[in-house]
């Protein structure tokens, strides 16, 4: 389909005062993308697509959908775009206000909420709107851990938020949460009355045909979807678990989308076009559709690995709107946002005033979001028609030339040789938190501990530091997901909480002790 595809579209783009074809652009990018995945073994797979004034110029897959089987990656392979999903959640309650005279995004969000709703300061709960959740303004840590809860549905998850505790004082700071993404969720779900994943379908796919684009959370077929894979042990690739994926996309509006070059492709086309659908006619009127992108929450910081005098030419992140940030780059302004998760990474970036856009989505972990930058800096170059301040060989030895290094984290290999600093019988118990419910520790044979909470299980092995033990991941959780921050707590000697400090690492969350008993469920196996 992808040489179809290109060649479809025969009309010259006009790009940096020049004519360029889709056959020129893919000319100008196509072996050095080539190159860069293949110097990057840690990312199998890659999607790219490139829109201009309306049209696909160009939407291709690079490397493997799978390690096991090598299926080449095409334009209709389906990636999780993770945090990229929040454009949609929030495209989709401002379309949903717009039938409401009495709702706008200034709607207290307790007015939207069951009877009682309250975050953890008053402040908030008066005052907080809807503009605070879709901008991050809130400052509420994601506790993107309470999704592993067995008891926890996007209803009653605001039933959590009065235990929640925040990090900054109300709207005076930027704290990205996904949980912020969750209530937006809800609250589309109690508006139109069906779930989330049926509203973006019908809201929003269906007019802008985006045929192939699902979710995370709901769909039963991953075959059509790139493996995505973790670090493991010796940097070996470790595929994501489906049940580790769809159960981490239950908060739908921060992170579930599938989707492909093709689609996304559109979803770009929409947001450079006013939003008109694919008949050209507006989804949103205008005032609401300048609302998702109008900056409503300052970001202070530029990218830490992007920006000069480091490197040549910054890209800089100035404001954050609704699903999207605002920022610059080679004095052009942008709208991007980025999309990780488990074995996926993502990135989005749009050129409103010059009507370019370019989206990339690759499998495996891409840490501090630097092979994304890449991609975008090289492609967006080509595309503004400068001489690209990075090529092949730059994108594969970055950060040489421009600096010597950048600091990764590894696959931690656990000590196991440890001794505890008491008897392990001592820490077995049911602790419970208002705001994630139970944490069970339970006994596995006489010589380890397991740590569960919902559907995720860890088996702990004690570090130096007394009563503290880090986490490996069990089950679907397995060489992806270990937590090495755990803290039990005592007084008298005995053990009378627990600390589960990778749970949320700015205010983590604390269980007390409630019983000493081996749980029965544990016991009978």
């Known amino acids: 389909m992808e040489p179809l595809l290109a060649a479809c579209i025969v009309l010259p783009l006009l790009v940096g005062g020049q004519s360029l074809t889709p056959s020129e652009f893919e000319a100008h ?18 999607t790219v697509s490139v829109v201009k004034d ?12 799978d390690v096991s089987t090598n299926t080449p990656v095409t334009n209709e392979t389906l990636f999780q775009i993770a945090s990229a999903s929040k454009a949609f959640a929030a495209t989709l309650l401002v379309k949903q206000l717009e039938r409401h005279s009495n709702l706008s995004i200034y709607t207290k969000v307790k007015d939207l909420m069951e009877p009682g709703f309250g975050f953890s300061t008053h402040i908030r709960t008066s005052n907080a709107d809807l503009r605070d959740l879709m901008a991050h303004t809130l400052a509420l840590p994601s506790n993107s851990y309470l999704r592993f809860d067995s ?70 077929d991953f075959s059509k979807v790139a493996t995505g894979y973790t670090n493991g042990p010796g940097s070996r690739h470790v595929p994501v678990s489906h049940a580790l994926t769809r159960k981490w996309a239950i908060w739908a509006g921060s992170n579930s989308v599938l989707t492909n070059g093709i689609d996304y492709a559109k979803w770009m086309n929409f947001h450079l076009n006013d939003g008109k659908d694919k008949s050209g006619l507006p989804l949103l009127n205008a005032k609401s559709f300048a609302y ?10 530029t990218g830490r690995y992007f920006r000069q005098p480091l490197v040549p030419v910054t890209t800089a992140d100035t404001s954050y709107a609704f699903g999207w940030k605002n920022g610059y780059y080679r004095g052009n302004r942008i709208l991007r946002h980025t999309g990780t998760t488990f074995g996926y990474s993502s990135l989005l970036t749009l050129f409103p005033d010059l009507n370019l856009g370019v989206f990339t989505s690759m499998t495996g972990q891409d840490e501090h979001y630097i092979l994304r930058h890449l991609l975008h800096n090289f492609l967006s170059d080509n595309l503004l028609g400068v001489t690209p301040w990075l090529n092949a060989t730059t994108m594969c030895s970055f950060p040489n030339p421009w600096y010597s290094s ?20 001592e820490y077995v118990g049911i602790y419970h938190n208002d705001a994630y ?38 089950g679907m959780l397995f060489e992806t997901l270990d937590i090495h921050q755990i803290k039990f707590h005592s007084s008298h000697s005995k053990i009378i909480s627990v600390e589960i400090i990778t749970f949320q690492s700015n205010a983590p969350p604390t269980f007390t002790k409630m019983s000493s008993n081996q749980p029965i469920s544990s016991v009978l196996g």
């Open 29 to 46: 990018v196509d072996d050095t993308l080539n190159k860069v995945l293949k110097c990057h073994p840690q990312n199998p797979g890659l």
């Open 54 to 65: 309306g049209r696909l110029l160009f939407a291709r897959g690079y490397g493997i959908t």
């Open 151 to 220: 008891n926890l549905t996007r209803e009653n998850l605001q039933r959590r938020m009065p235990y929640i505790e925040s990090v900054h004082p109300f709207r005076t700071s930027f704290v990205y949460s996904n949980l912020n993404y969750a209530l937006v969720t809800y609250i589309s779900e109690k508006l139109g009355g069906k779930s989330w994943e049926d509203l973006i379908h019908e809201e929003l796919f269906q007019p802008l045909g985006m045929d192939s684009t699902t979710f995370a959370s709901t769909t039963p």
């Open 437 to 474: 419910g139970e944490v069970r520790v339970t006994m596995e044979g006489n010589d380890h501990l397991v740590l569960n909470y919902g559907v995720a299980s860890w088996k702990l092995w004690p570090k130096h530091s007394h009563d503290q033990f880090q986490g490996e991941g069990q």
């Open 292 to 301: 998702l992108h109008a900056p409503h929450n300052l970001i202070t910081s």
């Open 406 to 425: 950048i600091s990764y984290s590894h696959y931690v290999i656990i000590d196991r040789t440890v001794s505890a600093s008491r008897p392990l019988s």
